[in-house]
T-cell receptor
Framework: AQKVTQAQTEISVVEKEDVTLDCVYE???????LFWYKQPPSGELVFLIR??????QNEISGRYSWNFQKSTSSFNFTITASQVVDSAVYFC?????????FGAGTRLTVKP | GAVVSQHPSWVICKSGTSVKIECRSL??????MFWYRQFPKQSLMLMAT?????????EQGVEKDKFLINHASLTLSTLTVTSAHPEDSSFYIC????????????FGPGTRLTVT
């Protein structure tokens, strides 16, 4: 069964628009970690954020913000005032005791 | 931050040959390392998990005799693709955990394998 679901395969926005990338996860562990990564065309993963299961505080980092809600098993990522450089594939990942697994990814295209 | 290297970054090999990919944690000890495979426009799929000094644990559907993983030291894991075929062409990414910290996992830059 898919443990991390990113329902949005592709999103296209115009520069300066806000965009939210959805992530829903499934786990039986009480302690787990959630991540967001950015993958530019080069392929190398860029770490964006990590959240543990006991910390539901939302986080803001510049134009990026994350909303973690255990009640709905969601960890959504919002980019405010998107820029062309934000164009990439974004992955949500779940780290449990034995491994880390990724969602299918969302390809974001920001048009000028 | 911690650094994980992979070598080579890209490789082209002929069908039927074997190719080895190295994954090194440069500034930390990695008790557990992971190998992922990513086909074009797809996600990272976990292939196997290896613990130093132990046999790797393979995901369902991954042929252990075809993808040989050796985690001989706390800083080095290797993936050998044996008798490669064109369908093995993919982007292979390794990852390493810092000790037992599952919240601290670092990824290598990936190796692009093309089998002709």
């Amino acid at each position: 069964a898919q443990k991390v679901t990113q329902a949005q395969t592709e999103i296209s926005v115009v520069e300066k628009e806000d965009v939210t990338l959805d992530c829903v996860y499934e786990t039986r562990d009480t302690t787990y970690y959630l991540f967001w990564y950015k993958q530019p065309p080069s392929g190398e993963l860029v770490f964006l954020i990590r959240r543990n299961s006991f910390d539901e505080q939302n986080e803001i980092s510049g134009r990026y913000s994350w909303n973690f809600q255990k009640s709905t098993s969601s960890f959504n990522f919002t980019i405010t005032a998107s820029q062309v450089v934000d164009s990439a594939v974004y992955f949500c990942a779940l780290s449990e005791v034995n491994d880390m697994r990724f969602g299918a990814g969302t390809r974001l295209t920001v048009k000028p | 931050g911690a650094v994980v290297s992979q070598h080579p970054s890209w490789v082209i090999c002929k069908s039927g040959t074997s190719v080895k990919i190295e994954c090194r944690s440069l500034d930390f000890q990695a008790t557990t390392m992971f190998w992922y495979r990513q086909f074009p426009k797809q996600s990272l799929m976990l292939m196997a998990t290896s613990n130093e000094g132990s046999k790797a644990t393979y995901e369902q559907g991954v042929e252990k005799d075809k993808f040989l993983i050796n985690h001989a030291s706390l800083t080095l894991s290797t993936l050998t693709v044996t008798s490669a075929h064109p369908e093995d062409s993919s982007f292979y990414i390794c990852s390493a955990r810092v000790g037992q910290r599952r919240y601290e996992q670092y990824f290598g830059p990936g190796t692009r394998l093309t089998v002709t």
